[in-house]
């Protein structure tokens, strides 16, 4: 049964900036949730190939095809090759401006087929699944197609040939001869016809939408410049579709259960939003020229800043402020590729991680470094957290990586209980606020003293995962990159060398050594790997990073997109995909293999430079 599965890499993504759809290469449409990302699906085959639901589109027998997007564009063109001639499928969700410059809603997937020779016979199959393929809707055809419909739910298929109705699924085949055009239009919430002229109105506006945001340089002199450029601009364009424009909120993924491993449990769900990485976003979104999207974020990041209390600030969000992400298991869906269990909510939201103090307050600090300005309210909201990092800061905590094994005293917990700290000692000097400064300047001296002396490991000259152990993480290669040390000590150099020497396998990088509480194993980790190039970038050490950088590009999908990790031996991308945090990596790695070749990026020198 397994065989059935399509590799995650030989998928695409659309989107309309509310949620998204994964089209594979074959012409199958195997997930969407409608009507946000984090709503239940209607089509979950890539969770269940039998039984989660589809909507494909394909020549009947033997094919082979290729994708591509349009160039810039978030609109993927599907190439099918058949003996008898040549199909295309052009799939988009519309999205377009409305007065006013907001983005008018299109809660709708267009599917042009175009046939450009020959002649080819077509096969449809409509099989939608509602709430994650828990209820089969009833199909009732009318004049212009099919609607399902299951409580208050509905999905309008506009079919241009009529479909056979039987046991959940609506099926059909045409032919289509050289120059013919036909559009399939799925429509949630509407059962309204669109017309010919119309759709065609939609994919040009969609593809001008797409062009007019999409990031733009001076060629050759651009900070992302070399082979690696038309990568750099797809990451952009995967990251605005993780964006949710009311909140500013980028979401992880709009996938849920994609596994770590093939076959095991460690299967998430990453529809929602993580503080750990915010630094990291807005300096990416700013240095493509996202400027909007930037502060749109950092606004989503204050909201949540001015709405709780230190102790209350959760470590991730829905893409709507949702606090409620209670774990679930789907024990009826086989998962991709038999990885059980199928989970929806993720339990760590539950967790206490430190290091998101850390992540607020600096990006703050960074923020204002791009021009804005850090108001009292903001400020009375910082001179909490550091006051309440200044009494928690020796106190275990769960990490990072959301380990399941027991709290601990992580070294990069304490590292970014230190950055809230060392920012917010920073920010009052300089704007001459007021706040219990020379208590922080004590307990960011304690934190320093303590990371010295048990976070490092004399034996791996190595900083380690938590104090007093003998496990090494990456994310101590965040060490320099956060100010605690410059990249040139001696103990960074050696932290970098263990790293390569113990937790690279292939060129491809591990998040840590050890037991995390977890049964089964996971890939090399594909944000991990970037961090490796910018350590080696920022010390020196740029044609190695270089090598490192182009290597991990080779995994790639051919749509340009990431995945959370990689597998080292097979090179097969595993985890939900695509992965927001995997292609802000790319972006600034590519930002500062820039800077080490003497390019000038947008505004002040990135962080760690």
């Not at 394909?58 to 290729?66: R, Y």
């Not at 104090?467 to 970098?496: K, Q, Y």
């Not at 491809?508 to 980790?525: A, H, S």
Request: aromatic content about 12%; glycine content about 8%; proline content about 4%.
């Amino acid at each position: 049964m397994t065989e059935k599965y399509k590799k995650l890499e030989d998928y695409g993504i659309i989107g309309n900036l509310e949620t998204c759809a994964l089209v594979a290469k074959d012409g199958s449409l195997d997930w969407c949730c409608f009507p946000h990302i984090e709503s239940p699906s209607v089509f979950a085959a890539i969770l269940d190939i039998d039984n989660g639901g589809h909507f494909w589109i394909k020549p009947k027998g033997e094919f082979e095809s290729q994708q591509l997007y349009v160039e810039k564009t978030n609109i993927i063109e599907t190439k099918l090759n058949t003996s008898s001639g040549v199909l295309y499928i052009t799939d988009f969700m519309p999205v377009e401006l409305a007065e006013g410059n907001t983005v008018k809603k299109h809660q709708a997937i267009l599917r042009k087929i175009t046939c450009s020779r020959g002649m080819v016979e077509v096969e449809v199959s409509f099989k939608p699944r509602f709430d994650y393929a828990r209820a089969v809707p009833s199909l009732n055809p009318v004049e212009e197609g099919i609607i399902a419909s299951w409580q208050d739910k509905r999905l309008f298929l506009q079919s241009p040939f009529s479909l056979t109705i039987s046991n959940g699924e609506a099926y059909g085949k045409f032919n289509i001869r050289q120059g013919k055009t036909r559009w399939f239009v799925l429509r949630y919430g509407s059962s309204e016809p669109v017309s010919s002229k119309e759709c065609e109105r939609l994919l040009e506006k969609t593809k001008q939408f797409w062009l007019n945001w999409v990031h733009r340089c001076k060629g050759a002199e651009c900070v992302f410049g070399g082979s690696w450029h038309d990568r750099i601009v797809r990451s952009g364009l995967v990251l605005k579709l993780l964006t949710h424009p009311a909140s500013g909120a980028i979401i992880a993924a709009p996938t849920t259960s994609l596994p770590e491993e093939i076959g095991g449990v460690r299967n998430w769900d990453y529809r929602f939003a993580w503080i750990r990485d915010a630094s990291f976003t807005v300096q990416a979104l700013f240095n493509m020229g996202h400027i909007q999207e930037a502060m749109d974020y950092f606004k989503w990041l204050r909201n949540i800043c001015k709405s709780n209390v230190a102790s209350e600030i959760k470590i991730m969000y829905g893409p709507h402020g949702e606090l409620d992400l209670e774990e679930k298991k789907l024990k009826h869906l086989s998962g991709y590729r038999n990885s059980r269990p199928v989970r929806i909510g993720n339990a760590a939201a539950k967790q206490r991680q430190f290091d998101i103090y850390g992540e607020l307050i600096n990006v703050f600090y960074e923020t204002s470094r791009y021009g804005e300005d850090i108001s009292l309210a903001d400020w009375q909201f910082i001179k909490k957290i550091s006051d309440y990092v200044s009494g928690i800061w020796d106190t275990e905590d769960s990490g990072i990586w959301e380990v399941r094994g027991g709290p601990k005293h992580f070294t990069y917990s304490k590292l970014m209980c230190w950055v809230t700290l060392d920012r917010s000692i920073k920010i009052a000097e300089k704007k001459g606020f007021d706040g219990s400064v020379e208590r922080w300047k004590e307990v960011r001296n304690q934190l320093q003293q303590a990371i010295l002396e048990r976070g490092f490991s004399r034996k791996l000259n190595s900083f380690v995962q938590a104090f007093n152990s003998e496990v090494l993480d990456a994310t101590s290669l965040l060490i320099p990159m956060m100010g605690f040390l410059p990249f040139n000590d001696p103990r960074v150099i050696g932290t970098i060398k263990a790293t390569m020497e113990r937790l690279m396998t292939n060129g491809l990088v591990n998040r840590y050594e050890g037991d995390d509480g977890l049964p089964g194993k996971e890939g090399t980790f594909v944000l991990c790997t970037f961090w490796l190039v910018e350590a080696l970038a920022l010390s020196g050490q740029v044609e190695k990073a270089e090598d490192i950088f182009t290597g991990l590009l080779k995994h790639i999908s051919p749509l340009g997109l990431f995945a959370e990790e990689i597998n080292p031996i097979s090179g097969e991308q595993l985890g939900n995909y695509p992965q927001a945090f995997s292609h802000i990596g790319l972006i600034n790695s590519a930002l500062y293999l820039g800077i080490a070749k003497g390019k000038k990026q947008m505004g002040p020198q990135p962080l760690g430079t």
